[in-house]
């Protein structure tokens, strides 16, 4: 999708993108690097983050986003590296099967997922805000999802509660230094067609129809879709665009019916 894109608004920009080794934020590595951006890749996973590096002309740093130490070490090493941090993609995250109705997950699996979901972003916000105030310019984009906005009957209630976490988080900060050129956005994306969705919606059609049927658009995102709404975020293009929960969903929070 994204072979096509001449936009070049992040020339000269440094983005570190957590989690950017699959999904969405390997998507999002290759757009924001396609806009002209040197591009820190950030993964707990060293094999496919140090491809995701490869194949955009970046850097991998090795994280557990978890760890303040680390990820202080991955927004240094992009300062360091490029000499700025412009855009922070906060967006390496979680789902684990354990994490089920409330009435099923224990409290390890509701700590594990606040760790990895919600205290990670905190510390990659605390990490980049230091060199962005320096600046006087930044954009933040933190990975939240619709689940922060809608109720699901199919619960994951510790993911649930970590994006809501995730989505106030980012509209405070981006009240609080919003004077300082720093603009700080929540991003929700609808369901994304991931091998993940793809392996458990293949085994399980009727759980697909039971989501699908609740997206006007009628399919799940494409993981560029998502990329795309990254790259605008970290933009100019945005400049007045702060503080917000920016649903990239195909619809589904605007939907009582669907033109089924
Ligand atoms: N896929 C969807 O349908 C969807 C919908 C809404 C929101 N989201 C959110 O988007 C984000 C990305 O999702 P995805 O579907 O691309 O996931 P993914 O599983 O494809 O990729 C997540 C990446 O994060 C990395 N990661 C996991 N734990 C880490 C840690 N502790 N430290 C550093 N890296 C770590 C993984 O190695 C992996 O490369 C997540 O925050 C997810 O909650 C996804």
């Not at 707990?44 to 194949?55: F, H, R």
């Not at 202080?72 to 490029?82: H, I, N, Q, V, W």
């Not at 993911?159 to 106030?168: D, F, I, M, P, Q």
Request: hydrophobic share 45%; aromatic share 6%; proline share 3%.
């Amino acid at each position: 999708m994204t072979q096509d894109i001449v936009c070049r608004r992040l020339v000269g920009r440094t983005a570190v993108v957590t989690g950017a080794g699959s999904g969405i934020g390997l998507a999002t590595a290759h757009r924001l690097a396609s806009e002209g951006a040197h591009v820190v890749c950030g993964d707990i996973d060293a094999a496919a983050g140090t491809s995701a590096a490869e194949s955009v002309g970046g850097t991998f740093v090795q994280v557990d986003v978890t760890d303040a130490a680390q990820v202080d070490a991955l927004f240094r090493t992009a300062y360091e590296t490029y000499g700025s941090v412009d855009i922070a993609f906060n967006n390496a995250g979680i789902s684990p099967p354990d994490d089920d109705s409330i009435l099923d997950t224990g409290l390890e699996a509701w700590k594990r997922v606040q760790e990895v979901n919600l205290t990670s972003v905190y510390l990659c916000c605390k990490a980049a805000i230091p060199y962005m105030r320096e600046q006087g310019r930044g954009s933040i984009i933190n990975t939240a999802s619709f689940v922060a906005r809608m109720g699901a009957a199919t619960s994951q209630i510790s993911y649930t509660a970590s994006k809501g976490g995730v989505l106030a988080m980012s509209r405070e900060l981006g009240v609080q230094f919003a004077r300082e050129g720093i603009r700080v956005n929540a991003l929700c994306p609808g369901p994304v067609n991931t091998p993940l969705l793809q392996e458990l919606f293949a085994k399980d059609p009727e759980r697909a129809a039971r989501r699908l049927v609740h997206i006007p658009v009628g399919r799940f995102a494409e993981a560029e879709e998502i990329a795309a709404a990254v790259a605008f975020l970290a933009s100019d293009d945005a400049a007045f665009v702060n503080a917000t929960d920016f649903l990239v969903d195909g619809g589904i929070s605007g939907a009582y019916v669907t033109p089924l």
